[in-house]
């Protein structure tokens, strides 16, 4: 409901601000992505999953209660389920955690996140009977995770130090930006090494 109403009134606020912005450019500007937002937020409503589980299959529901698809339970084989979170402490602001859940069957797989359905722990529950956890496909997306992570620190310890070099002719400030890159170049190793370890 609240994406609805949010979506509708993006649209209408960004057409808004869209057709004053032909007489000024930052109208306009402002205006192209509320509608973009508005209509991927209503987009993302009806594309939405109901999930309903019964005779042993998994139906998929449209808000208008059509059926989208339906899965036999038989045909999962394993499943995955991934704690994560979007900032490292709790005092950062926006700082969220949830559980992501990846039903694999042989060609295959279907996730659902703990954010999108208030009854996540009811719908873990019926939905992994019977199924062997993988720790195989946990350990690969925590691996991979950890290396993008770990090249991506290091890349910027390496620019921000090459930019701080450049930046300054003042030899403590130099020395202060070799310490710093070598601070995000250690960091990104050791989130390497991490990935080392898991994989054994």
């Given at each position: 409901?609240?994406?609805?109403?949010?979506?509708?009134?993006?649209?209408?606020?960004?057409?808004?601000?869209?057709?004053?912005?032909?007489?000024?450019?930052?109208?306009?500007?402002?205006?192209?992505?509320?509608?973009?937002?508005?209509?991927?937020?209503?987009?993302?409503?009806?594309?939405?999953?109901?999930?309903?589980?019964?005779?042993?299959?998994?139906?998929?529901?449209?808000?208008?209660?059509?059926?989208?698809?339906?899965?036999?339970?038989?045909?999962?084989?394993?499943?995955?389920?991934?704690?994560?979170?979007?900032?490292?402490?709790?005092?950062?602001?926006?700082?969220?955690?949830?559980?992501?859940?990846?039903?694999?069957?042989?060609?295959?797989?279907?996730?659902?996140?703990?954010?999108?359905?208030?009854?996540?722990?009811?719908?873990?529950?019926?939905?992994?009977?019977?199924?062997?956890?993988?720790?195989k496909a946990e350990d690969k997306w925590n691996n991979?995770?950890?290396?993008?992570?770990?090249?991506g620190v290091i890349l910027f310890g390496l620019l921000?130090?090459?930019?701080?070099?450049?930046?300054?002719?003042?030899?403590?400030?130099?020395?202060?930006?070799?310490?710093i890159s070598i601070g995000f170049i250690g960091y990104?190793?050791?989130?390497?090494?991490?990935?080392?370890?898991?994989?054994?």
């Amino acid at each position: 409901m609240i994406l609805i109403l949010g979506g509708t009134l993006g649209i209408v606020l960004g057409t808004i601000l869209t057709l004053k912005g032909f007489e000024k450019l930052v109208l306009l500007i402002l205006g192209i992505p509320f509608i973009g937002l508005g209509i991927y937020s209503i987009y993302w409503i009806i594309d939405f999953d109901i999930l309903k589980i019964t005779d042993g299959k998994l139906i998929f529901k449209s808000i208008t209660g059509i059926t989208k698809k339906t899965i036999p339970l038989t045909e999962f084989k394993s499943y995955t389920e991934i704690e994560k979170q979007n900032a490292q402490y709790k005092s950062e602001v926006g700082y969220m955690r949830w559980k992501d859940l990846t039903l694999i069957g042989d060609n295959f797989t279907y996730k659902l996140s703990s954010t999108s359905y208030t009854n996540y722990e009811e719908l873990r529950r019926e939905l992994i009977k019977g199924l062997k956890r993988n720790n195989k496909a946990e350990d690969k997306w925590n691996n991979n995770n950890l290396t993008y992570i770990g090249v991506g620190v290091i890349l910027f310890g390496l620019l921000i130090g090459l930019w701080f070099w450049n930046a300054t002719v003042i030899v403590n400030e130099k020395i202060l930006s070799i310490i710093i890159s070598i601070g995000f170049i250690g960091y990104g190793i050791f989130l390497l090494n991490r990935r080392k370890k898991a994989s054994r």
